[in-house]
Nanobody
Framework: QVQLVESGGGLVQAGGSLRLSCAASGRTFSSYAMGWFRQAPGKEREFVAAVSRSGGSTGYRNSVQGRFTISRDNAKNTVYLQMNSLKPEDTAVYYC?????????????????WGQGTQVTVSS
């Protein structure tokens, strides 16, 4: 059984930084692409970033490009999301997800395992 456990969320002022981590267990971590999604109150869950199984390819939503960096450590079965220059509109619950395959994908249905989420709040 796959388990994904996020950590690193919290309250930060606009312009600040946070680093989210997601520890995975249950199947061969290095075989699957990983992604981060977020969901703000009253809004649908949206793609934030993804990384291929090797870490060699990444993808981002336009609004976080240049501010967020996704990375992974296959030896530690962990994926990270470094978030810099945070804005109030980044406030959401952030979810880690494991893809059904190896390449970068951005739609929800292409991910079959999800973490419980971690709250990120950016104050203005």
């Amino acid at each position: 059984q796959v388990q994904l456990v996020e950590s690193g969320g919290g309250l930060v002022q606009a312009g600040g930084s946070l680093r989210l981590s997601c520890a995975a267990s249950g199947r061969t971590f290095s075989s699957y692409a990983m992604g981060w999604f977020r969901q703000a109150p009253g809004k649908e869950r949206e793609f934030v970033a993804a990384v291929s199984r090797s870490g060699g390819s990444t993808g981002y939503r336009n609004s976080v490009q240049g501010r967020f960096t996704i990375s992974r450590d296959n030896a530690k079965n962990t994926v990270y999301l470094q978030m810099n220059s945070l804005k109030p509109e980044d406030t959401a619950v952030y979810y880690c997800a494991q893809s059904k395959g190896a390449v970068v994908v951005s739609t929800l249905y292409e991910y079959d395992y999800w973490g419980q989420g971690t709250q990120v709040t950016v104050s203005s």
